[in-house]
């Protein structure tokens, strides 16, 4: 079992920078792909970045290439997402996602076993 809980979202002007946190709990984190998902309002959750369990992999969805870098800390059970140079249409809820059945990163949201609670990301322009 993981539990995972996000925390960093929150109101931005667009141009700024955000940092979501996400914090696991259980044995397996550091062997799961990390993934983090987005679902903006009246649309479906679509992939925003991934990295494996080493870190040594990562994809990203196109949209956010070059502004957003995921990475992980397995001592503090931890992934984040960096966020930078926001735009209106990054606006959604932000959710975790954890897997520990593969050593590859997966992009699909049936990948993954685990999701956070999601946390609110709005980005005014």
């Known amino acids: 079992q993981v539990q995972l809980v996000e925390s960093g979202g929150g109101l931005v002007q667009a141009g700024g920078s955000l940092r979501l946190s996400c914090a696991a709990s259980g044995r397996t984190f550091g062997s799961s792909v990390m993934g983090w998902f987005r679902q903006p309002p009246g649309k479906e959750r679509e992939f925003v970045a991934a990295?494996?369990?080493?870190?040594?992999?990562?994809r990203y969805a196109d949209s956010v290439k070059g502004r957003f870098t995921i990475s992980r800390d397995n001592a503090k059970n931890t992934v984040y997402l960096q966020m930078n140079s926001l735009k209106p249409e990054d606006t959604a809820v932000y959710y975790c996602?954890?897997?520990?059945?593969?050593?590859?990163?997966?992009?699909?949201?049936?990948?993954?076993?685990?999701w956070g609670q999601g946390t609110q990301v709005t980005v005014s322009s």
């Open positions: 990295m494996n369990w080493s870190g040594a992999s990562t």
């Open positions: 996602a954890a897997d520990p059945r593969t050593s590859g990163v997966v992009r699909l949201t049936s990948g993954y076993a685990y």
